[in-house]
């Protein structure tokens, strides 16, 4: 017997279902009828989803070179080569041409790379680019045959609240689907590069699980799996995922340069802080403009508030820092910004990063 609380849950489950067709039929709870599932989207999703093997040497440093007893009296390299093997987890997002988004961590320092298909398959596989700052890397399938990809969904739509999968292969079990909650998004600091913006979720997110799928209801990729908070090392509930529309945009650009090339449009930016002053409680603070930049030739000024980016919402420094440094050379961003509580607009060009001298102040974005 179901109480009342069950069959509220229930109900709202019942409702997000309505608008998935990938869904299963809506039960009738009152004749205790099937329940809801979800296998129907796993189904659809999971054969896109692959495990990663990955063979390898990284360059160390020796920790006896800091020895000088050691430096001096014995012929000690400064670096060893230590022998890695590693699985992980990948996405197919481009069947025909065999892309894989995985994590860069995965198959950093990976001489050979071997793919596995849900249905068994082992195929070798080839790293196209990586890129550290964001921890997004790319893989190509050879001879990609009868392979299934996974479509992109809008991560930015994402609200704290939505019900996502994560589908990957934790301590190397093989693949493994978990669900839960979009818990927070926007996170940040979770490394050195500051290149972040990620999702948190509640679904269970294990080693092994990194570059795997975080999946929405419709069963479209919102997320590559990334990193956990553990101190014993397995799931307590807070794990992080890349947006896909990040992850979208760096392969993009490691699929047509092998790299990416990150834009500048002459500003350095700013938390907002509280303040008594009426202003946006989201948003961008412009710190500094170079002078002679794109930032200044398109009226933007110190203590301008950024709000918005291509009329999307930008609610921290740091996510207007990634849209900028992800954007392709030459594109055009339109920006909305707040300006003594009055809003106006402006585009703003990205250009080619540069190299600042030692002397001067860095204007990074």
Same mark, same amino acid.
């Given at each position: 017997?179901?109480d009342?609380?069950?069959?509220?849950?229930?109900?709202?489950?019942?409702?997000?279902?309505?608008?998935?067709?990938?869904?299963?039929?809506?039960?009738?709870?009152?004749?205790?009828?099937?329940?809801?599932?979800?296998?129907?989207?796993?189904?659809?999703? +999971?054969?896109?989803?692959?495990?990663? @093997?990955?063979h =390898? /040497?990284?360059?160390?440093?020796?920790?006896? $070179?800091? %020895?000088?007893?050691?430096?001096?009296?014995?012929?000690?390299?400064?670096?060893?080569?230590?022998e890695?093997?590693?699985t992980?987890?990948?996405?197919?997002?481009?069947?025909?041409?065999?892309?894989?988004?995985?994590?860069n961590?995965?198959?950093?320092?990976?001489?050979?790379?071997?793919?596995?298909?849900?249905?068994?398959?082992?195929?070798?596989?080839?790293v196209?680019?990586?890129?550290?700052?964001?921890d997004?890397?790319?893989?190509?399938?050879?001879?990609?045959?009868?392979?299934?990809?996974?479509?992109?969904?809008?991560?930015?739509?994402?609200?704290?609240?939505?019900?996502?999968?994560?589908?990957?292969?934790?301590?190397g079990?093989?693949? +493994?689907?978990?669900?839960?909650?979009? @818990?927070?998004? =926007? /996170?940040?600091?979770?490394?050195?590069?500051? $290149?972040? %913006?990620?999702?948190?979720?509640?679904?269970?997110?294990n080693?092994?699980?990194?570059?795997?799928?975080?999946?929405?209801?419709?069963?479209?990729?919102?997320?590559?799996?990334?990193?956990?908070?553990?101190?014993?090392?397995?799931?307590?509930?807070?794990?992080?995922?890349?947006?896909?529309?990040?992850?979208?945009?760096?392969?993009?650009?490691?699929?047509?340069q092998?790299?990416?090339?990150?834009?500048?449009?002459?500003?350095?930016?700013?938390?907002?802080?509280?303040?008594?002053?009426?202003?946006?409680n989201?948003?961008?603070?412009?710190?500094?403009?170079?002078?002679?930049?794109?930032?200044?030739?398109?009226?933007?000024?110190?203590?301008?508030?950024?709000?918005?980016?291509?009329?999307?919402?930008?609610?921290?420094?740091?996510?207007?820092?990634?849209?900028?440094?992800?954007?392709?050379?030459?594109q055009?961003?339109?920006?909305?910004?707040?300006?003594?509580?009055?809003?106006?607009?402006?585009?703003?060009?990205?250009?080619?990063?540069?190299?600042?001298?030692?002397?001067?102040?860095?204007?990074?974005?």
């Amino acid at each position: 017997m179901l109480d009342q609380r069950t069959i509220l849950a229930w109900l709202l489950v019942v409702a997000l279902f309505a608008a998935s067709p990938a869904t299963a039929q809506v039960p009738d709870l009152k004749t205790g009828g099937s329940v809801p599932t979800l296998a129907p989207v796993v189904r659809q999703v +999971t054969p896109a989803v692959v495990n990663i @093997s990955v063979h =390898g /040497r990284v360059r160390e440093d020796n920790p006896l $070179y800091r %020895d000088p007893f050691f430096r001096e009296f014995f012929d000690i390299p400064k670096q060893v080569e230590k022998e890695i093997n590693s699985t992980g987890s990948g996405v197919i997002v481009d069947a025909t041409r065999g892309h894989v988004l995985t994590n860069n961590h995965v198959v950093e320092g990976a001489s050979v790379v071997q793919i596995t298909t849900k249905d068994g398959r082992q195929l070798s596989a080839k790293v196209i680019g990586r890129d550290p700052p964001t921890d997004v890397a790319v893989l190509q399938i050879q001879n990609p045959i009868n392979l299934q990809g996974l479509p992109f969904g809008d991560s930015d739509a994402l609200e704290v609240g939505d019900f996502v999968l994560a589908i990957g292969n934790p301590f190397g079990l093989g693949q +493994t689907v978990t669900s839960g909650l979009v @818990s927070a998004l =926007g /996170r940040t600091g979770l490394s050195k590069e500051g $290149y972040e %913006d990620f999702i948190q979720t509640d679904a269970a997110i294990n080693p092994g699980n990194s570059g795997g799928a975080l999946v929405n209801l419709h069963g479209e990729l919102v997320g590559i799996n990334s990193a956990i908070i553990s101190p014993g090392g397995g799931n307590v509930g807070i794990g992080f995922a890349i947006p896909a529309n990040m992850a979208r945009l760096v392969m993009e650009q490691i699929v047509a340069q092998g790299h990416v090339q990150r834009g500048r449009i002459g500003v350095s930016l700013r938390e907002l802080q509280p303040s008594t002053k009426p202003r946006p409680n989201e948003g961008a603070l412009i710190a500094e403009v170079a002078p002679d930049s794109p930032a200044e030739k398109a009226g933007l000024r110190k203590d301008d508030i950024v709000v918005m980016a291509d009329d999307r919402p930008i609610r921290t420094a740091s996510q207007l820092r990634n849209k900028i440094g992800l954007a392709r050379i030459g594109q055009d961003v339109k920006l909305t910004i707040v300006r003594g509580g009055q809003t106006s607009s402006a585009v703003v060009k990205v250009a080619p990063p540069v190299q600042a001298s030692s002397t001067s102040t860095p204007l990074l974005r």
